[in-house]
């Protein structure tokens, strides 16, 4: 290891004289994508920018390690590809899972690899054709490319008469958290018999990616084709497809249940052919899990269920209108499926007149676990079948809502699919609980990147829900010992707060995975005090076409010291300030530039891109004064900002603050070197 890192500081001291702004790796793709359980796999990792110096990788989850085989020191290198020989313990979760690549110069954007059971089998170069079609042994799991315009592979297999057989493909699901990919593959799967004659096909079922299952009509050779929709083609577009002629399962009703209890649950997919109720030991940790049925002595694939607090319920047909709607007592988790088109829910309770009741459907979100063929809506009635009530987008494009009761008495809750669309698949959960105080956080970015002595910042945005009002403590655990980072508790006058991290000036190369969380105290509405513990959902910047800069939820938050990087220490006139409401005050900022960067650097206290601000740690009524500040330094390393409180500022003490100093590396890309924090006070 201390080899590896001074080779490193090697190549990266002897490329710097020709780096001009220093990014971060952007990851695109790995290949293969898929690793099989209980073995280890060289696989390449390929990007954007430079993977110079790559050193070490860092898993979402436990179970996996790799090597990573960074290319010989060369001057002026840069590099967009390394190699990871990974490891897969035989007990690791099954799942998708996200990987980060550091190296001496950045900590890389999340990169996915799917972790699966079955035998990894690569795509041969000549496939192509249905005569081309390579051979193949279910089950197993195909990876490949739809690397080029036009690019369809076929891969051939054997079946038996009255078997199942049935394909998963993870390949548009891999591609949403992709840091700069401008068009996304469309994906389609298609079932051939030995005679070139379809069979069945699919391009929609988990979101963008295509699932189908076919009973075999007689033993002989079927062949199954993959492409792109619009035949279209990118190097980037890589896939794993599950090809089984197992039990398999694509979702479980109930989809939810208590921590600990054993249950009867229905399989969604050809594994219900096996055996239709199949008893399943609810996992101990709440939250959204997968699952594995025991069908036929064998383990399935895995699925989604939630694990919930609340009691549950599963809905008793016939329930498609008011006057047969199922009774149900809050709080209650329901579950339903609207099993055909324009099948339809209903569920009666007892409302309580001004007490605020929270409806939230878990069923299909974008980028989540949540995958059911339901978009569905919320529709709230009187018995008599008046909507008062509605909701369809609140998580993406899932419903919630909250509503308050005008008067005692029955109201019923109706579910319903947006479109009057169904289908066995199409299962949800539905949490009506009391509306009580709570709150969400989230981290932007989701990385950070830290030179020996020098610091970056951290905005983190908290939403209060259901008469939450107070103060919320944001803390961060996991990190290295080189990298401390700066204390917050966002205010309740406030939504948003920065955490300014910073590495030991004797920091030597490191990287870690991180966890942010939010601690907070809420009185309930029975006059106690609860301790509300809340994880912080980190955002990777994303690259949108046009040049927008968007933001996508991930599920690993991470930091890294590198090698002194363009900007080595951002220094402030002060570090404590106390504003009059009406007063301002003049920040003075000087630079210490890395010797060989002489590029353009502009300051700022806000993270914003075009004008959308995306984080501000200003106090409430404290502005910056553009026309009093010297933001755009060009090759200079002096500047200012002025920021001032309105005359109306309400008393506020030490909110910590920070001068950005932004390095552009494209249009979207910014590197943001931090001051130490300032702490800002108004006293009137």
Not at 178 to 206: C, V
């Amino acid at each position: 290891m201390r080899f590896m890192s001074s080779a490193i500081l090697v190549a990266f001291l002897t490329a710097s004289p020709v780096l001009a702004q220093t990014s971060f790796p952007m990851v695109t793709h790995a290949y293969p994508v898929a690793l099989q359980r209980g073995t280890t796999t060289e696989i390449s990792v390929d990007g954007q920018m430079n993977f110079a110096g790559a050193y070490k990788a860092l898993f979402e989850g436990d179970g996996i390690t790799a090597e990573v085989t960074s290319p010989p020191p060369v001057p002026n290198a840069v590099i967009k590809s390394v190699k990871m020989k990974v490891t897969v313990a035989k007990d690791a979760r099954l799942s998708v899972r996200e990987f980060r690549i550091a190296t001496s110069i950045g900590l890389s954007s999340v990169g996915q690899l799917v972790i699966v059971d079955d035998p990894v089998v690569m795509e041969s170069l000549n496939n192509n054709t249905p005569a081309q079609a390579q051979a193949v042994k279910l089950p197993c799991v195909l990876a490949g490319k739809l690397e080029v315009v036009e690019d369809l592979d076929y891969f051939k297999f054997e079946a038996k008469e009255g078997e199942t057989v049935t394909f998963e493909m993870f390949c548009a699901r891999l591609q949403d958290k992709i840091h700069d990919l401008q068009k996304h593959a469309k994906p389609m799967l298609t079932l051939l018999d030995s005679d070139g004659r379809e069979l069945a096909a699919n391009d929609t079922f988990f979101f963008a990616d295509p699932m189908l299952s076919y009973k075999i009509p007689k033993t002989g050779t079927y062949v199954l084709q993959v492409r792109e929709s619009t035949y279209d083609g990118d190097p980037r577009w890589v896939y794993a497809i599950v090809a089984t002629n197992q039990p398999y399962i694509s979702h479980v009703f109930p989809m939810a249940g208590n921590p600990g209890q054993v249950i009867d649950v229905e399989p969604i997919g050809s594994a219900r052919a096996a055996q239709e109720k199949v008893k399943l030991a609810i996992p101990g940790t709440f939250g959204v899990q997968q699952i594995q049925l025991d069908v036929g002595g064998k383990k399935t694939n895995p699925a989604t269920f939630i694990v919930s607090k609340l009691t549950q319920f599963s809905e008793l047909e016939p329930n498609d209108e008011p006057e047969k709607a199922n009774r149900v007592t809050l709080p209650i988790g329901i579950n339903g499926r609207i099993g055909k088109k324009r099948d339809i829910d209903h569920y009666v309770f007892d409302a309580k007149k001004g007490k605020p009741i929270r409806f939230e459907l878990k069923a299909r979100r974008f980028g989540t676990l949540l995958n059911s063929s339901l978009h569905g809506i919320l529709e709230i009635m009187t018995p008599k079948g008046l909507v008062i009530a509605s909701n369809d987008t609140t998580h993406g494009l899932e419903a919630s809502l909250v509503f308050t009761p005008a008067t005692d008495g029955d109201l019923v809750l109706r579910v319903r699919d947006l479109n009057s669309k169904g289908s066995e698949s199409a299962v949800y959960n539905v949490e009506a609980d009391w509306a009580l105080p709570d709150f969400t956080v989230r981290c932007d970015p989701d990385k950070a990147m830290i030179g020996p002595g020098s610091s970056t910042a951290w905005y983190v945005h908290v939403v209060r829900q259901h008469g939450f009002t107070g103060p919320v403590e944001i803390a961060s655990k996991g990190l290295p010992k080189e990298i401390t980072a700066s204390a917050l508790t966002i205010p309740a006058t406030m939504t948003q707060g920065l955490i300014v991290l910073t590495a030991a000036p004797d920091a030597t190369l490191t990287a870690a995975k991180v966890e942010i969380v939010g601690t907070a105290k809420a009185k309930m509405p029975d006059g106690k005090e609860e301790t509300l513990v809340r994880g912080v959902t980190p955002n990777q910047e994303i690259y949108l076409p046009g040049g927008g800069r968007g933001r996508f939820d991930v599920n690993m938050q991470a930091v890294a010291v590198t090698s002194p990087s363009d900007i080595l220490k951002v220094e402030v006139s002060t570090t404590n300030i106390t504003l009059k409401p009406g007063e301002e005050i003049k920040i003075e900022v000087t630079l210490e530039r890395r010797g060989d960067y002489d590029k353009g650097v502009f300051l700022d206290i806000l993270l914003q891109h075009l004008g959308s601000v995306m984080g501000n740690p200003l106090p409430p009524g404290v502005t910056i004064v553009g026309g009093k500040s010297k933001t755009l330094l060009g090759n200079g390393s002096k500047g200012f900002i002025t920021i001032k409180a309105a005359p109306n500022a309400e008393p506020i003490d030490n909110v910590p603050i920070s001068v950005l100093a932004n390095v552009s590396v494209n249009f979207v890309v910014k590197l943001h070197y931090s001051s130490v924090p300032i702490l800002i006070s108004i006293k009137k």
